[in-house]
């Protein structure tokens, strides 16, 4: 079942591929065929959530497609990330439909790059490995980067794409340099041998640091937030929902599965600072 969450974006993308953009018909046709795709999606996302069990806090419906001497691309879901990958089904067709009447140059490349997006974000949720949840966490960056550069409105949005691009990107830095040491002190980055494995709290302190910068700037947290209303003001209508409704989430579905779940000992140590700039944050926006 999750495997076809994955494929359905990519397969529906391959059939739109052959059709040709050269009528105003064909442009719409293809606008149709893109939100159908995105609407079965939704539709498996319910049956899964139907089927789930919520009885207990295993993973459900694993499924492995390979094993890699660094990684393991096996993929599931729990009581955490089932909502997530909801969420994200639910906002794909609507941000498709937000720009239907707008968008009418380059159409294909714009609907296949959120059907794109729609299984990239659902594999970031349903990965069970580390690595490869930093390779889905910082895949959406290029796909929407070329989107608000190509189809934004503002006179601004290169600068703004690529701030959100630079901004993301060097945050993330530090999160693959705590992965890069959980592998070097565990020998894997698969979620249930780190949850299994005893961490000192010396050592959670140093990689829950990594981890909460990536996540403060995706989120984003003060002193973070420069890039934001940047990018929402100069993105498409459609970028925009898509942010704010389930990119932007990836941080907090990052606390809660990283943070709290990998390093309850240092999350606890922290607590006091993330409620100072949490409360901070909310200031700030408010006097922005």
Same mark, same amino acid.
């Given at each position: ?5 994955l494929?359905?974006? /990519? ?18 046709? +293809?606008?149709? %065929? ?20 919520? !009885?207990?806090? @295993? ?19 729990? =009581? ?5 990958? /909801? ?22 490349? &714009? ?10 974000? %659902? ?5 069970? @490995? ?21 189809? =934004? ?12 691009? /630079? ?10 340099l705590? +992965?890069?040491?959980?592998?070097s002190?565990?020998?894997s980055? @698969?979620? %249930? ?14 990689l829950?640091? =990594? &981890?909460?910068?990536?996540?403060a700037?995706?989120? *984003?947290? #003060?002193?973070?937030?420069? #890039? ?5 003001? @100069? ?32 999350? !606890?140590?922290?607590? *006091?600072?993330?409620?100072? +700039?949490? +409360?901070?944050?909310? %200031? ?5």
């Open positions: 079942m999750l495997q076809l969450l494929l359905i974006p /990519l397969l529906g993308s391959c059939l739109l591929l052959l059709i040709p953009e050269n009528t105003i018909e064909n442009k719409n046709k +293809i606008k149709n %065929i893109a939100l159908i795709i995105s609407l079965i999606n939704f539709i498996f996302s319910i049956f899964l959530w139907i089927q789930f069990d919520s !009885n207990t806090s @295993d993973y459900q419906f694993v499924y492995e497609f390979s094993k890699l001497s660094f990684c393991h691309f096996n993929i599931g879901v729990d =009581g955490i990330s089932l909502y997530y990958v /909801l969420l994200t089904t639910f906002i794909t067709p609507i941000a498709l439909i937000s720009n239907y009447d707008t968008i009418n140059k380059n159409v294909k490349f &714009f609907v296949i790059s959120f059907l794109l997006l729609e299984t990239l974000q %659902i594999a970031l949720f349903v990965v069970l @490995d580390l690595f490869l949840f930093y390779i889905f966490f910082e895949s959406v960056l290029p796909v929407l980067f070329i989107i608000i550069v190509v189809y =934004g409105s503002g006179e601004n949005r290169i600068r703004s794409a690529l701030l959100f691009f /630079l901004y993301t990107l060097a945050g993330s830095l530090f999160m693959l705590a +992965i890069l040491q959980i592998y002190n565990i020998g980055t @698969d979620f %249930i041998l780190i949850s299994l494995s005893e961490i000192s709290l010396e050592s959670q302190k140093v829950w640091l =990594g &981890f909460f910068l990536a996540f700037v995706k989120t *984003p947290l #003060w002193p973070f937030t420069g #890039w934001l209303y940047r990018a929402h003001s @100069d993105a498409p209508l459609a970028a925009s929902i898509l942010l704010a409704g389930t990119i932007l989430k990836f941080a907090t579905y990052g606390f809660l599965r990283v943070l709290i779940n990998f390093l309850p000992d240092a999350t !606890n140590y922290f607590s *006091p600072l993330v409620q100072t +700039i949490a +409360i901070v944050t909310l %200031i700030y926006a408010s006097l922005a």
